[in-house]
């Protein structure tokens, strides 16, 4: 489906006559479903959609429903005659992404117009694989916040295209939650791009899927605009728990900071790739990306890549990383207070866990979160045992 609103840098060469990705692409080095994303076909026949108190919005990768409210109004994206984004600023397309753009079958355009505390919930159902399209647009001086939910109702794969625009001075809060219990796929394409002064934060939980991935793309293109992303994953059996950020400082006086957080059991991955690009002429950027692993079996695997490209002086940048099992001596210190080894793991990996969840912005949906980790662990520790 040809879709107006979509740049023509990501329709107008047909996904055929780019090259097929390969295990060699950096982008997707360790993911094992190149076959599935070189050449795929959505479904046509949509589950139908039901209206449910718990969510403003529900949406099945074509069409949508949406509550009334004085705090947002919502468009359809194939009703949209002009393009939401007509530059971006090194983000790289491949086959795969060609594909998303090339293949959606409808979304919408949520804007956000009125500050509001609530959280504005979006469900996403389907039965097979969904090319959906969510756009949010938060407008001048506005503050919000969003949950995009891949949960029970999302039985087949998705390929989310997610697209996000921060007016001027206006600050948003977006919570994706993976924790779909089926064999599924989960790959979100998200690009955001950052006016003077707006501010975008975005966290992530992947607790589900057979894979999960969130390829986040941002440009920092107002003066002292900031991104921050912080995110917790837990693998078991054989699932992978994706990650990729790139943040490009092309504005003065911009902030970014990553966190992100897992453990892992079973024979399940991880892969976190954290690139800070810092533009010419972006002094006074300060910016931060970190991401820690613990591995709770010998099978289990996390590939952690922070890079850093610094085109301009002036700026304060650091990363850091680490993969590993628990610190022995942080179990002597738990266990010399009177506690068994097992339940000292527990509370150390729940501790692990606290300093992402107990940050501003996580109080929607921290204590569901803390819940599915704890029941993950506890099957990951009786397989093991």
Not at 77 to 87: A, T
Not at 215 to 243: A, C, M, P, T
Request: charged share 25%; with cysteine.
């Amino acid at each position: 489906m040809s879709i107006k609103a979509f740049s023509e840098s990501v329709t107008s060469k047909n996904y055929v006559d780019i090259p097929k990705i390969s295990v060699k692409d950096e982008d997707w080095k360790y993911t094992k479903i190149i076959d599935e994303i070189n050449d795929f076909e959505p479904i046509k026949n949509f589950v139908d959609l039901k209206a449910t108190d718990e969510f403003e919005i529900i949406t099945n990768g074509a069409e949508y429903l949406a509550k009334e409210s004085n705090y947002f109004q919502t468009e359809d994206i194939r009703l949209l005659g002009s393009q939401l984004v007509s530059e971006y600023y090194k983000r790289p397309f491949d086959r795969f992404i060609a594909q998303q753009y090339q293949k959606c079958s409808g979304g919408f355009l949520l804007s956000l117009i009125k500050n509001n505390e609530e959280t504005i919930k979006i469900d996403v159902h389907s039965n097979g694989l969904i090319v959906p399209y969510i756009g949010i647009s938060c407008e001048k001086n506005v503050t919000s916040k969003i949950l995009i939910n891949f949960g029970e109702n999302l039985q087949g794969s998705a390929y989310p295209i997610i697209e996000i625009f921060g007016h001027e001075n206006s600050s948003l809060e977006v919570i994706i939650n993976t924790s779909s219990v089926h064999d599924i796929e989960i790959i979100n394409s998200i690009y955001a791009e950052l006016s003077k002064d707006s501010s975008l934060s975005i966290h992530t939980v992947s607790t589900g899927g057979r894979f999960s991935r969130n390829r986040i793309d941002v440009d920092l293109k107002g003066d002292g605009s900031n991104f921050l992303i912080d995110g917790v994953y837990f693998g078991e059996n054989s699932q992978i728990h994706d990650n990729r950020v790139f943040v490009n400082h092309i504005a003065k006086r911009t902030t970014s900071n990553m966190l992100t957080k897992g453990v892992l059991g079973d024979s399940s991955k991880s892969v976190f790739t954290g690139t800070i690009h810092i533009a010419e002429g972006a002094q006074k950027t300060e910016s931060h990306q970190e991401n820690r692993n613990i591995l709770l079996s010998d099978t289990a695997s996390a590939q952690s890549v922070p890079n850093l490209e610094i085109l301009c002086d002036d700026v304060i940048c650091g990363h850091g990383s680490s993969v590993g099992p628990l610190d022995e001596k942080l179990f002597h210190y738990v266990m010399s207070r009177g506690i068994e080894r097992e339940g000292a793991e527990k509370l150390l990996i729940n501790g692990f866990f606290n300093e992402v969840l107990k940050q501003n912005g996580w109080e929607e949906i921290s204590e569901t979160v803390a819940k599915t980790i704890l029941e993950k662990y506890e099957k990951v520790r009786k397989g093991k045992n």
